[in-house]
């Protein structure tokens, strides 16, 4: 694993100078400059390809990041068996190169003819770069193809349907190795802070690390910071990333947050280095290889309690992994009388979307019906646990998992994935990234709690 250092404590002087906004507003503008290209004109849903027979022999582009190309085999294969005239072709992109790889490519009629995105953000921005699927979808799945799928209006932008979703997803979940609890004397995961807190004691007496977050990925403190303040007040996120005028990011409930997050890099929940750390491979690594007890990490990580899993992962972290038992708990209640414990937030991990300029839609919009909506695949993706199947009228399969505790959970998660309390990814950019630098500036003591507060709340009114 990778050595890092954390980030020095800021003088007075360069307090002075972060609190007037110019070292990490100009991180903002940098990143916001980035993403400002995805807004560029695009085709609308007309255009190449409108008409294509469906009998005809076809090849389809088909880009992801997830499945990769070992995984992507047993897909197309089983696709290409029941669909013989069709020969998908695919390309496994990494998740840090996939958005600007798509953008680029899916304004020709060169690029992807089905390409996955992420409720959120990446389906805003792309959304004029797609064929509206919600007419192709009410002739060829039903007229009640919202009620089959689930969480379809996450996959929703600007007028249009702009993918279906393969598999469901939740996040604010702990997950910890059964194993190095009890060889440290730990009877379980925590319940309370306070728990959580002994736990460390008794983890790091051992020599090994109690909870290894990789600060320095966006994403992952924006799930603790959700798990945070869906504790405090339940389901008011969501409201206020959107500007409704129902909650302000800059309220008690939100400062409250970012000063319980300030904390845990004070009072050695965070690991040191912590801001120097990604959450995969860094904190993941350190995780599985037994280093680390606790990590936050998501139902999509499911499939590390199935045994299969752990023999694929002996390659990469040895044969220990084997003998592990990976399970997730609920997010502990770290604010003392919270609302609400364990409540997930989530939806589509992934979505399936026709390019605008594809030339064989008929071809493409099989291959997502089948993905998405038929038998056959949602029980292999089912099977994978690395998702809720997206199909209502399947459910996971639990058979891969050995012990009890595991097939416990995953009934639970099922309900749980039922009744989410938000989605976990913010519909827009520009929040998104005001709310990733504002926690990081508070963990690096670079702004106080109420300036990141404000300035979300400012990133979020200036969308108005």
Request: glycine share 8%.
């Amino acid at each position: 694993m990778n050595r890092f250092t954390m980030r020095p404590s800021p003088t007075k002087e360069e307090k002075v100078t972060l609190r007037s906004g110019t070292r990490w507003r100009t991180r903002a503008a940098i990143s916001l400059a980035a993403l400002a290209v995805l807004s560029v004109s695009g085709c609308t849903s007309g255009g190449p390809g409108s008409q294509v027979a469906g009998d005809a022999k076809q090849t389809i582009n088909w880009w992801s990041w997830n499945p990769n190309d070992a995984s992507s085999e047993q897909w197309i294969s089983a696709f290409e068996k029941e669909h013989p005239n069709i020969t998908v072709k695919h390309r496994y992109i990494m998740y840090n190169n996939y958005v600007n790889a798509v953008r680029l490519a899916a304004s020709t009629s060169s690029g992807p003819d089905v390409f996955g995105v992420q409720a959120g953000a990446i389906t805003t921005n792309f959304a004029h770069l797609t064929v509206d699927l919600a007419p192709l979808a009410s002739r060829n799945i039903g007229s009640d193809w919202r009620r089959q799928l689930a969480e379809t209006d996450q996959l929703a932008a600007q007028g249009k349907q702009v993918a279906l979703p393969w598999m469901i997803t939740g996040s604010g979940t702990l997950w910890y190795n059964r194993g190095l609890l009890r060889h440290a004397s730990v009877p379980g995961p925590p319940a309370t802070l306070d728990d959580w807190l002994a736990a460390c004691e008794k983890i790091e007496a051992i020599g090994k690390t109690c909870f290894v977050q990789g600060a320095k990925d966006d994403w992952v403190n924006i799930d603790m910071y959700q798990s945070i303040i869906n504790q405090i007040a339940p389901g008011v996120f969501y409201d206020a990333v959107q500007g409704k005028s129902s909650a302000a990011f800059d309220s008690p409930a939100f400062v409250r947050a970012f000063r319980i997050w300030e904390s845990f890099f004070s009072n050695g929940i965070v690991q040191p280095g912590a801001l120097g750390q990604t959450q995969s491979p860094d904190a993941k690594d350190a995780f599985l290889k037994g280093q680390a007890a606790f990590i936050l990490l998501g139902t999509f990580q499911n499939a590390n309690m199935s045994k299969h899993e752990l023999t694929l992962l002996a390659d990469t972290y040895g044969d220990q992994v084997k003998s592990q038992v990976f399970l997730p708990a609920p997010f502990p209640d770290v604010v003392g009388g919270a609302k609400e414990i364990g409540r997930l937030f989530g939806g589509p991990d992934v979505g399936w979307s026709i390019s605008a300029q594809s030339e064989h839609r008929a071809a493409a919009f099989t291959f997502v019906k089948w993905l998405t909506a038929s038998t056959t695949a949602q029980k292999m993706m089912g099977s994978t646990l690395a998702g809720q199947p997206a199909l209502k009228s399947v459910p996971v399969d639990d058979s891969g998992v050995e012990n009890a505790a595991g097939k416990t959970v995953l009934k639970e998660q099922a309900e749980q994935l039922s009744h989410l309390i938000g989605p976990r990814q913010i519909p827009t950019a520009e929040v998104q990234i005001a709310l990733g630098l504002a926690l990081s500036s508070v963990a690096s003591g670079q702004i106080s709690p109420e300036e990141a507060a404000e300035s979300v709340r400012s990133a979020v009114d200036a969308l108005k």
